[in-house]
């Protein structure tokens, strides 16, 4: 019924985990099989008309694939955005199926839902979550290697506490990162990211910078673009992978 109703009113990346993921409730399940993650099986489900399967089916087919190229470069793994964790259970999933365990894997989220309001986004959004729950759904997560848990690093910072989160990272003697997840769903949000990115030289000289809702009806778009053509004296930046929602770039630093 929760589904039919949404389908008729919004969807939202994400909204029917809404209410699969509650504090007291079972473990986090993947939900969706590995083997499923290629553009043959994205290409035939797109055309059900399930908004839910084909966004998460897309974007973890470009996780996978990102992932593997990745293990052979230099730089760690972050996420900005984490809510309950279920994206970061699933890129902490696909590291260890390409054997990558001498990388740290950062989720960064303010635990408090969307700070601002930006198109189909409303302040106050994604709320139900904190970082306790973060934690357990996958930290203390059965599909896992506990070899893979102990470099995952999961932080509570609003993304306008710039420093605060370099100094974290710092600590972690992490000095650039080849795979950068933004899934902040407001532009805003993804501004500040990106001045932590770049003001901290955090982005590997080859690495990938992932967006999860570039294609909304949100000021994202803009925003993105407009740091990519900022960015572009410096680096080479093409696009790697798209789905009707997100978009993936791929940075390679000038000489």
């Known amino acids: 019924m929760i589904k039919k109703i949404l389908d008729r009113i919004l969807w939202l990346p994400g909204m029917y985990q809404l209410y699969s993921f509650k504090e007291n409730s079972k473990e986090m399940d993947l939900i969706y099989n590995q083997s499923d993650l290629n553009k043959k099986y994205y290409d035939s489900i797109k055309k ?49 199926r390409n054997a990558i365990f001498g990388k740290k894997l950062f989720g960064i989220d303010g635990f408090i839902g969307l700070p601002y309001s930006d198109g189909v986004f409303k302040k106050g959004l994604f709320s139900d979550t904190s970082l306790r729950i973060c934690r357990k759904n996958v930290l203390k997560n059965k599909h896992l290697y506990q070899r893979t848990k102990k470099n995952i690093v999961i932080e509570k910072f609003l993304y306008k506490d710039k420093q605060p989160i370099v100094d974290l990272i710092k600590k972690y003697k992490v000095k650039k990162f080849s795979f950068i997840h933004i899934d902040c769903d407001v532009c805003q949000s993804a501004e500040e990211i990106f001045r932590i990115l770049i003001d901290g030289k955090l982005i590997s000289d080859r690495g990938y910078v992932l967006f999860d809702d570039y294609g909304w009806n949100s000021g994202m778009k803009y925003t993105v673009d407009n740091f990519i053509d900022t960015m572009g004296k410096d680096w080479k930046i093409t696009v790697h992978s798209k789905t009707r929602f997100t978009k993936n770039f791929q940075f390679t630093k000038k000489k």
Request: hydrophobic share 40%; proline share 0%.
């Open 48 to 96: 059900i008309g399930d908004n839910e399967l084909e966004h998460q089916i897309g974007r973890l087919t470009n996780f996978s694939n990102i992932i593997s190229k990745c293990k052979k470069i230099d730089g760690d793994f972050i996420e900005f955005g984490s809510w309950k964790g279920f994206s970061l259970l699933w890129i902490a999933y696909l590291m260890e």
